[in-house]
């Protein structure tokens, strides 16, 4: 008897370990593995250009890893429906998989695809594989959704988590004859001018390049991550956003690997044990707020658009294109948010710590709308990703769920001491002032005019005066905040 056939629909979930829909498929029988490119079917929100990049790359290494098993990915343009209906009809086969996706047009989509596929007797199912916990599993007692990240967590910490991931299918059986395919270079997803040069250098998508970079993770510096993290001169964090965004690696997996290195870590050595756990318990807590980010995006779909407290609907936020601009160039004057924005646009990532400086130095000294931002870090993150660029972007300008108080202005040069002790990172992404010394690298528009000589800088011409000042446009942001709070 031949054996069922199932298409397995990837889309944010670009691994075949771990991977529910995928084993399910191999379970049952020949599997079809497919990818359908339907950019109009996200809502607002298509792929931005970093994002098309990292999916070109990530959907090769996927084709690759499919082939070892002896299988192949198919790829095809949407719409969906439409794509799926050809396929099942073309192979005969009888069962459409796919794993879960949040983002409210994909509800959506996914919701009438489902209909549509079972009204013809298609066996449509779809798994949990990209959350520790999916929105509606976590709830307050009277069931209502968490606003509030610290009891969101504990509520998560005490619902159980699998403690296994499924295993990588060894073969995956595939149908008599294969469906035709577009070679993954017809989908353009790679830019025409090669703006991606500092992007190629900087990472290597894919599932096994996530895992790589997992185990050097927990096997050292998740001890160092809770004292570095928000330091950007080094390499303290995880960097694992890209692939957890594109489902290369899933949470799971994650939480895993570091309970099992910190037994190892254990049994080698009682001293650090203590540091290292709680060092990793934080790093956990950050794979939480990923968490939050997508059960308020499930609960609140409008907020990718709006923000969630009301009162900043009419918030008198101001319209520049001209500082948005130098904004986004990385031409504000003030050093470390440049240097941060130049680091995004070069290689589509910047740490957790520069993000929240250059957002609030948008939202609250310049004054721009959230939006705008959330907009460019759409279009220019490798990471971009719905629920945490809505979460990130409404935390910083005060108006999301458990957001930092719109009075927070965070004071660029305070913030580079903490996060850039010694000036690198600023030295790196702006080499301009590279020669400037740190006690004046900061705040250019402070050092003494031998001292900019010197360094062979002039203000206004080699690099930027400051924008604004840091403390008047400090003062008008909150004047505006106070006129919001009281309407
Ligand atoms: C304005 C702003 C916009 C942001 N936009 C995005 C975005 O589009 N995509 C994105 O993945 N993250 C976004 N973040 C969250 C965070 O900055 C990144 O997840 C983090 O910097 C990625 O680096 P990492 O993988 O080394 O993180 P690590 O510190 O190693 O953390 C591990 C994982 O936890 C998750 N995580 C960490 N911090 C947060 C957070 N604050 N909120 C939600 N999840 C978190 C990420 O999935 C991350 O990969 C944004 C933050 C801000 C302030």
Redo the contacts with the bound molecule.
Sequence with gaps: MTKPLTIVWFRQDLRIGDQPALRRAVDRGGVIPAYIWAPDEEGDWPLGGASRWWLHHSLASLDEQLRQRGSRLIVRRGPTQQTLDELLEQTGATAVYWNRRYEPAAIERDKQVKAALVSRGVQAESFSGSLLHEPWTITTKQGAPYQVFTPFWKACLGAAVKHETLAAPREVAGPSKWPATLKLEELELLPTLAWDAGIAEAWEPGALAAERRLQE?VGEAIGR?QED?DRTDID??????????FGEIS?RQ?WLAVEKALEAFKAKSTSGASKTRQSAEV?LK?????E??YHLLYYFPQTPGEPLREQFRGFPWRRSQKDLRAWQRGRTGFPIVDAAMRELWTTG????RT??I??SFLTKDLRLT?LR??EW??DT?V???????T???Q??AGCGADAAPYFRVFNPTMQAEKADPDGEYIRRWVPELAKLPTKWLREPWTAPEEELVAAGVELGKTYPRPMVDHHEARDAALAAYERVKKS
């Design positions: 993770f991550y993290r303290s964090s995880s960097r694992l956003s890209p692939h957890l965004h949470p994650i790093f950050e794979v939480g707020w990923r939050f980010a990532f910047m740490p957790n993000r929240m250059v957002a959230w931002g959330a870090f759409w993150l990471d971009a990703d719905l629920a945490n660029n979460l990130g972007w935390w910083t």
